[in-house]
């Protein structure tokens, strides 16, 4: 069975800093542009960093400066580096290919309170 399993979010203070990881059981990254998208409460998913197969990046104005995208396709794993962090960041964290998705997982709450 595919599985997109996010993990490493948690409560940080505005400032702080988190590495959010997103593994998959079935399937290689390998080939695949990934990309992690976020939701807020209220609000629509929105993509905020791409990866492409070859590690070339891109990134939402909201987030640029502040977040990395990386990649282990050995590990089938895709990692989201955030400093800086922001309480508009605060949302719900999801990863997931760009061209034929999958099934979301569960994502991993971020949020960022004083």
């Known amino acids: 069975q595919v599985q997109l399993v996010e993990s490493g979010g948690g409560l940080v203070q505005p400032g702080g800093s988190l590495r959010l990881s997103c593994a998959a059981s079935g399937i290689i990254f390998r080939g695949y542009a990934m990309g992690w998208y976020r939701q807020a409460p209220g609000k629509q998913r929105e993509l905020v960093a791409t990866?492409?197969?070859?590690?070339?990046?891109g990134y939402a104005d909201s987030v640029k400066g502040r977040f990395t995208i990386s990649r282990d396709n050995t590990k089938n794993t895709v990692y989201l580096q955030m400093n800086s962090l922001k309480s508009e960041d605060t949302a719900v964290y999801y990863c997931?290919?760009?061209?034929?998705?999958?099934?979301w997982g569960q994502g991993t709450q971020v949020t960022v309170s004083s």
């Open positions: 997931n290919r760009l061209q034929s998705p999958l099934a």
């Open positions: 990866i492409t197969n070859g590690g070339s990046t």
